[in-house]
C-alpha cells in the first residue's frame, strides 16, 4: 500500500510555524546562491553584449586587453587595406582605429577615485557599434577637445552630466553627448577623438583595432593570414569572443566566491531541515505505528517523510528565487580584474540559473530529511503503537 501524496501536503500545512521557519532558512541559502549565479552572469552577459559577431578586433600578441595592446600607425594601414575588411554605404572601410587608457574620477556619492575607459574612436566607431544610442546633446566633433561619456559614467561621476567639462591628459574636455549602450561595457566608457587624445597622453600609437568583415564565415582565413605576416605583431579574434575571455576570471572569481558561501550557508539550512523532520518523526510515532498496523510498508513511510522534506526544500527554492528575481532591478558597479576599470552592469537571471536553484534547493531538503525518513520506516510497530 502506498501512501497519499496529500497525507504529506496535510502534515507540512499542520505543522506550518515549522514549516515556515524551515523553508524560509532554505529560502535564504537559495538566495544567496542564486544572486551571486545572477551577478556572475550579469557581468558576462555585459561584456559579451559588448561585441558584435560580424567585427574583428585586432590588438598586439600576448596582450591580456586593449589596455596593454598597440598597434603603430604602420601596422594599422597594412590591416586596412585586407580584402575582407567591409566597407560602409560612403565606400570607405568600416574600420577603427581606437585608443583605450583609463583615468581617475571621483564618483559623486563617496567621492572615491575609481578607474574609468577612455576611448579615442574613428568617425566609424558608431556604424561599427549600432547598440550605441546618443540619448542627449551630440557626439563629438572630430578634431576638437569635446566628448561623449556613457549612461553609467554620468549617473555616478562628478562633473560627468552634459554641459560638464573634465580635466585629464593634461588638457579641458567639454561633455557634448550622452550615449546609451544599453545593457554593455560600452555605457562605463568616455568617448572622444583618438587624433586628440593620443597626443594628450603622449600616446604615438594606437591600443586596438575594429573592423566589420565583409564574410564571417572567412574569419579563419583572415585570422591566419594577418597572425602569419611577417611584417605584423597583431592576434585577431571575433569581438564576442574577445568580450568573453574579458568576463571569464570576473565571472569565474564571483562564482567560486558564491558557491563557497552557499556551501556554508546551506549546512545550516539542512541542519534545520533535519531537526524539522526528527521532530515531526517523534510527534508522529504513534500515527508511523498505526500506519504500519494497517499494512503500509517501510518504503511507503520512508518515501512519505522524503516527499515532505522535499517540499520544504522547493518551499525554500520557489521563495528564495521570487525575491532573487527582484535584484534584475538592481545596477552594481565592479572593478573589472582583466582592465582594472569600473564596469556597470545588472543581475541576470536565467533559465539555467533558476533550475540550479530549485535542484539545489531541494539537494538541501533530501539530505535534511533522509535520516529522519530512514528512521521513521524502521520504527519498531509494537514501540510506536504503547507511545502516546
Known sequence: MRIPFSYSLRNLWTRRLTTILT??????????????LMLAQGL?????ETGSYDNVIVIRKGSGSEVQSWIDRAQSSIVETDPLVATGTDGKPLVSKEL?????????????????????????????????????????RM????????????????????????????????????????NTGFSSE?????????????????????????????FDALKKRIETDPRLTQEVKRETRYYLEQSEMMAK??????????LIFSMGAIIGAMITMYAAVAN?????GTLRALGFERKSILVSFLIEALLLGLCGGVTGLFFASFMQLVTVSTVNFQTFSELAFRFSL????????????????????????????????VEALRTK
Open 23 to 36: 523553508a524560509s532558512g532554505m529560502a535564504l541559502v537559495v538566495f544567496v546562491f542564486t544572486t551571486i
Open 44 to 48: 558576462q552577459q555585459t561584456l559579451v
Open 100 to 140: 583605450i587608457v583609463l583615468i581617475g574620477l571621483p564618483k559623486k556619492d563617496t567621492d572615491r577615485i575609481s578607474n574609468v575607459t577612455i576611448r579615442g574612436i574613428k568617425e566609424s566607431s558608431l556604424s561599427l557599434r549600432p547598440q550605441v544610442k546618443l540619448i542627449r546633446g551630440r557626439m563629438p
Open 143 to 182: 578634431g576638437s577637445t569635446e566628448i561623449a561619456v556613457g549612461t553609467s559614467i554620468a549617473k555616478r561621476f562628478k562633473g560627468a552630466d552634459l554641459g560638464g567639462e573634465l580635466r585629464f591628459g593634461m588638457r579641458l574636455w567639454r561633455i557634448v553627448g550622452i550615449f546609451d549602450a544599453g
Open 190 to 218: 568616455i568617448w572622444g577623438d583618438v587624433e586628440q587624445l593620443m597626443p594628450a597622453f603622449r600616446r604615438p600609437v594606437f591600443s586596438s583595432m575594429i573592423f566589420r568583415i565583409s564574410d564571417p564565415s572567412q
Open 253 to 262: 572569481f564571483l562564482r567560486i566566491l558564491g558557491i563557497s558561501l552557499t
Open 284 to 288: 508522529r510515532t504513534s500515527e508511523i
Open 350 to 381: 536565467t533559465p539555467d540559473i533558476t533550475v540550479k536553484a530549485l535542484f539545489f534547493a531541494i539537494v538541501m531538503g533530501f539530505v535534511g530529511g533522509v535520516l529522519p525518513a530512514i528512521r521513521a520506516a524502521h520504527m519498531n510497530i
